[in-house]
């Protein structure tokens, strides 16, 4: 079955009024750009959001914020985004805190056809208020229920024309878990192949679990904050920076032979004790 679309604006033109919107995405990465683009262009609004967070003010999905087409949201953090707190704490926006392990649990539950499981996290927490708990084997445990959505949105690496799908590294986040969580999942993708042509043995997400399929564009992937590494700097702990060395106009290897005849200290690299503060064995 052919689940290729021809636009995001199309993908979506479904999705209604009130509906719980599951999207992928951690930070700033892995983001669905052109699906949630497409529905600002939409204008669909008294959306429910489950998402690990909710972008920046600007960036992700800020501008659904922005443009007052969100109700509530459902995250894990909720950082990074001025209008966020601003709506929060005038009382224009409902919001509910999970912690991180257990949205991805309950994401995670529904996709599974699990009805609901126990764990410790939120014991003793304004997350426990109005949940059922148990002791088991003397601790104390919270039931949680599973996190079904409408519809998911989700960004994938590559797909093929049936829906299966590619993610890229740490792009893959939440994306899995929330296209296997809604009645309806729309993924785009930054290539999109025939089927029949992905290694079945690569493939992370089966086309079972997706519905539409878009090809994405023009993508941003936007950074949160921009951390550089100053030049000449140690790329991690005992290991040199054998290019800025070369770019000095030193020989090849100096570096690392600078590294080595530094003093080891105790709790350092090559040192007596590991980062523990132990001696290693």
Not at 28 to 48: F, M, Q, S, Y
Not at 233 to 250: H, N, T, V
Request: proline content about 6%; overall charge negative; glycine content about 12%.
């Amino acid at each position: 079955m052919n689940k290729l679309v021809e636009s995001a604006d199309a993908a979506v033109a479904d999705v209604q009024d009130g509906a719980t919107l599951l999207v992928g995405g951690f930070g700033l990465c892995g983001n669905p750009e052109n699906l949630i683009a497409a529905l600002h262009r939409k204008g669909v609004k008294d959306l429910t959001l489950v998402s690990n967070n909710c972008g920046t003010t600007d960036l992700g999905l800020g501008p659904l914020l922005k443009a007052r087409q969100v109700r509530k949201i459902i995250a894990s953090y909720v950082g990074e985004n001025k209008e966020f707190e601003r709506q929060y704490l005038s009382g224009e926006l409902q919001v509910e805190l999970v912690p991180q392990g257990t949205l991805a649990e309950r994401l995670r539950a529904a996709g599974a056809g699990i009805g609901g499981f126990y764990t410790a996290t939120g014991v003793g927490t304004q997350v426990a208020e109005g949940k059922e708990t148990r002791t088991l084997d003397g601790r104390e445990y919270l039931l949680e229920r599973p996190l079904h959505g409408d519809v998911a949105l989700v960004h994938a690496w590559k797909a093929d024309t049936h829906g299966n799908l590619v993610f890229r590294r740490t792009a893959r986040n939440f994306n899995p878990l929330v296209a296997a969580a809604a009645r309806l999942t729309i993924a785009e993708a930054e290539q999109v192949v025939p089927a029949g042509e992905l290694d079945p043995d690569q493939i992370h997400l089966p086309g079972i679990h997706v519905q539409r399929v878009i090809q994405g564009l023009h993508y941003e992937k936007w950074i949160e904050r921009r951390t550089t590494r100053p030049p000449g700097r140690l790329r991690a702990e005992g290991q040199p920076d054998e290019a800025a060395s070369e770019r000095a106009g030193e020989e090849p290897g100096s570096a690392w032979r600078r590294a080595e005849a530094e003093p080891k200290h105790p709790g350092g690299p090559g040192g007596l004790l590991g980062p523990t503060g132990m001696e290693e064995r």
